[in-house]
């Protein structure tokens, strides 16, 4: 006998689960640690991440360590008409950290379920999902969604090219703004309400019914109403909330989707759902749906408990930036006096308001939001550009306006022959927008004193923030080309979205009250 009072949760969490999935009749799947690279090379699509470790054997392969565990049992599956096959596994994939940048060796347990499937085998995976979460923690969510009801509700609504694209962003970050921004009147009117959930799951399904125009569409919700109606009788309604930001940019989910979180823990711990269209790539017609539950999320899961608290921490950005965002969440009904004392304290509390503020770096706060820290934050559009922290993009203060821009020297003319020498302190964004020209460039990464790359002769151009262009002006240089416009943005944790959602929604809600009446 095992004395589980010594495991830790990740480890007890390997037993309990792997009980919980042979007991419904799923068996254990057994893969190898490496895998020709071509299989992934052209398969990745279907890949978390780019980044995979490859090394030559003795017999002059190249094979790589396996970075997923679903296309490893696609490819060893055979399709039988009439049968359903169920596997589930504990093993390591390999994969390169989004943060660090290091390649990390990363244990999952989950379950496939392949075949002959339909709404029931749908429902059995999906309960199985919020099962797994159960026997990790009493506090969990689920968000739901379905993957093919939110493409035919694109296509009915006519987005198409870039704005689709921008569409798709913008509900992923959950910002209203954006998507405004990304559509019609008409489209924004009808697809705002995949973003604005209260809460009520059956209010929200009556809803995205209305906006339905298709047959595609409402085949589509009449599976996810169903979906929910089976969840809900199961007795699991309290834990699962209606959320389209789960349709992630991956292009094999084609049904049901849905993410686990876990009160305690910075991200996910549980991602999965219905991929037929992986299926057809990979050469058959049968179905599958699965998930894959990210044990290594659970290593602190304890330690983060303790420090549960009653709070909702709000980093803001020093300085005056900063000074006029507390401003506004004070003119919201959020005050903490103790802010505005003569002293040198990074952290204030009111536990009458149940919010806690602590000043931080500007460039800092989107970190302190991504891993949990805070639950809220304000940041400028410049660092969620550069950076892309996995949180949710709340909405636009329309403070702190300016715009990212490319400048030269007056008298510079591009010479498309030679490589362009970009000096900058946001090399993603710079990057980002010259590979969209297909133009060749040479980054130099400066901190500061931009402006003066062009006239030491260092670079050709610059790209950075202007807000009046007098600094531009007095040194002899002027914008080329405008990037994008930029301003401070309301930020959420996507944990605590889920775990603190009545919270944070009220403090959202009263913002954008707040700027709507100014």
Same mark, same amino acid.
């Given at each position: 006998? =095992?004395?589980?009072?010594?495991?830790?949760?990740?480890?007890?969490?390997?037993?309990?689960?792997?009980?919980?999935?042979?007991?419904?009749?799923?068996?254990?799947?057994?893969?190898?640690?490496?895998?020709?690279?071509?299989?992934?090379?052209?398969?990745?699509?279907?890949?978390?991440?780019?980044?995979?470790?490859?090394?030559?054997?003795?017999?002059?392969?190249?094979?790589?360590?396996?970075?997923?565990?679903?296309?490893?049992?696609?490819?060893?599956?055979?399709?039988?008409?009439?049968?359903?096959?169920?596997?589930?596994?504990?093993?390591?994939?390999?994969?390169?950290?989004?943060?660090?940048?290091?390649?990390?060796?990363?244990?999952?347990?989950?379950?496939?379920?392949?075949?002959?499937?339909?709404? +029931?085998?749908?429902?059995?995976?999906?309960?199985?999902?919020?099962?797994?979460?159960?026997?990790?923690?009493?506090? #969990?969510?689920?968000?739901?969604?379905?993957?093919?009801?939110?493409?035919? %509700?694109?296509?009915?609504?006519?987005?198409?090219?870039?704005?689709?694209?921008?569409?798709?962003? +913008?509900?992923?970050?959950?910002?209203?703004?954006?998507? $405004?921004?990304?559509?019609?009147?008409?489209?924004?009117?009808?697809?705002?309400?995949?973003?604005?959930? @209260?809460?009520?799951?059956?209010?929200?399904?009556?809803?995205?019914?209305?906006?339905?125009?298709?047959?595609?569409?409402?085949?589509?919700?009449?599976?996810?109403?169903?979906?929910?109606?089976?969840?809900?009788?199961?007795?699991?309604?309290?834990?699962?909330?209606?959320?389209?930001?789960?349709? &992630?940019?991956?292009?094999?989910?084609?049904?049901?989707?849905?993410?686990?979180?876990?009160?305690?823990?910075?991200?996910?711990?549980?991602?999965?759902?219905?991929?037929?269209?992986?299926?057809?790539?990979?050469?058959?017609?049968?179905?599958?749906?699965?998930?894959?539950?990210? %044990?290594?999320?659970?290593?602190?899961?304890?330690?983060?408990?303790?420090?549960?608290?009653?709070?909702?921490? !709000?980093?803001?950005?020093?300085?005056?930036?900063?000074?006029?965002? #507390?401003?506004? /969440?004070?003119?919201?009904?959020?005050?903490?006096?103790? =802010?505005?004392?003569?002293?040198?304290?990074?952290? /204030?509390?009111?536990?009458?308001?149940?919010?806690?503020?602590?000043?931080?770096?500007?460039?800092?706060?989107?970190?302190?939001?991504?891993?949990?820290?805070?639950?809220?934050?304000?940041?400028?559009?410049?660092?969620?550009?550069?950076?892309?922290?996995?949180?949710?993009?709340?909405?636009?203060?329309?403070?702190?306006?300016?715009?990212?821009?490319?400048?030269?020297?007056?008298?510079?003319? @591009? &010479?498309?022959?030679?490589?362009? $020498?970009?000096?900058?302190?946001?090399?993603?964004?710079?990057?980002?927008?010259?590979?969209?020209?297909?133009?060749?460039? @040479?980054? !130099?990464? %400066?901190?500061?004193?931009?402006?003066?790359?062009?006239?030491?002769?260092?670079?050709?151009?610059?790209?950075?923030?202007?807000?009046?262009?007098?600094?531009?002006?007095?040194?002899?240089?002027?914008?080329?080309?405008?990037?994008?416009?930029?301003?401070?943005?309301?930020?959420?944790?996507?944990?605590?979205?889920?775990?603190?959602?009545? $919270?944070?929604?009220?403090? !959202?809600?009263?913002?954008?009250?707040?700027?709507?009446?100014?």
């Amino acid at each position: 006998m =095992i004395d589980e009072s010594i495991l830790k949760r990740d480890e007890l969490a390997i037993f309990t689960l792997r009980k919980l999935y042979s007991t419904h009749g799923y068996k254990k799947y057994k893969m190898r640690k490496f895998e020709e690279y071509d299989f992934y090379s052209e398969n990745k699509d279907f890949l978390a991440s780019d980044g995979v470790i490859t090394f030559t054997d003795a017999d002059g392969r190249l094979l790589a360590l396996k970075p997923d565990v679903t296309l490893s049992i696609l490819k060893n599956f055979k399709a039988q008409k009439g049968c359903v096959k169920r596997l589930y596994y504990n093993e390591n994939v390999y994969r390169i950290s989004e943060t660090s940048h290091t390649y990390r060796e990363i244990l999952q347990t989950g379950l496939e379920c392949m075949g002959d499937i339909g709404s +029931a085998e749908t429902c059995e995976v999906t309960l199985l999902a919020l099962q797994s979460l159960a026997l990790i923690s009493e506090d #969990y969510v689920l968000d739901l969604a379905h993957a093919g009801l939110l493409f035919a %509700l694109l296509d009915d609504y006519g987005l198409q090219g870039e704005a689709r694209k921008r569409a798709e962003q +913008a509900l992923r970050e959950k910002n209203a703004d954006a998507l $405004r921004e990304a559509c019609t009147d008409i489209q924004f009117a009808a697809l705002e309400k995949l973003i604005r959930s @209260d809460g009520d799951n059956r209010r929200s399904l009556r809803e995205i019914e209305k906006i339905c125009q298709s047959a595609d569409a409402l085949a589509a919700f009449a599976k996810l109403a169903a979906l929910y109606a089976a969840l809900e009788e199961a007795g699991f309604a309290q834990h699962i909330r209606l959320d389209f930001s789960v349709v &992630d940019a991956a292009a094999y989910y084609s049904g049901a989707v849905f993410c686990g979180y876990i009160k305690g823990v910075e991200s996910r711990v549980l991602a999965g759902g219905r991929y037929d269209r992986l299926m057809r790539k990979m050469g058959s017609e049968a179905g599958a749906i699965g998930f894959a539950v990210y %044990l290594d999320a659970l290593e602190r899961f304890e330690e983060k408990q303790e420090r549960v608290d009653p709070f909702i921490n !709000i980093a803001l950005p020093k300085g005056r930036l900063g000074e006029r965002v #507390y401003e506004m /969440f004070e003119q919201a009904g959020f005050a903490c006096p103790s =802010i505005k004392e003569a002293n040198r304290k990074l952290v /204030f509390e009111n536990p009458q308001k149940g919010v806690r503020y602590f000043w931080v770096k500007p460039s800092d706060v989107a970190i302190y939001v991504e891993r949990g820290a805070a639950d809220i934050g304000v940041a400028g559009k410049d660092i969620l550009l550069e950076y892309e922290p996995h949180v949710y993009e709340l909405m636009d203060l329309h403070i702190g306006q300016c715009r990212m821009a490319v400048a030269a020297q007056k008298n510079f003319v @591009d &010479d498309t022959s030679t490589t362009l $020498r970009v000096a900058t302190k946001f090399t993603n964004i710079a990057r980002k927008f010259y590979a969209e020209k297909c133009r060749d460039i @040479d980054i !130099i990464h %400066l901190n500061g004193s931009i402006e003066l790359a062009p006239l030491l002769g260092l670079s050709d151009v610059i790209v950075d923030i202007v807000e009046t262009g007098s600094t531009l002006r007095e040194n002899g240089l002027g914008v080329l080309e405008e990037i994008c416009e930029l301003s401070a943005r309301v930020i959420v944790n996507q944990v605590s979205m889920q775990m603190e959602s009545e $919270r944070i929604r009220e403090i !959202i809600l009263r913002l954008r009250k707040q700027l709507e009446e100014a």
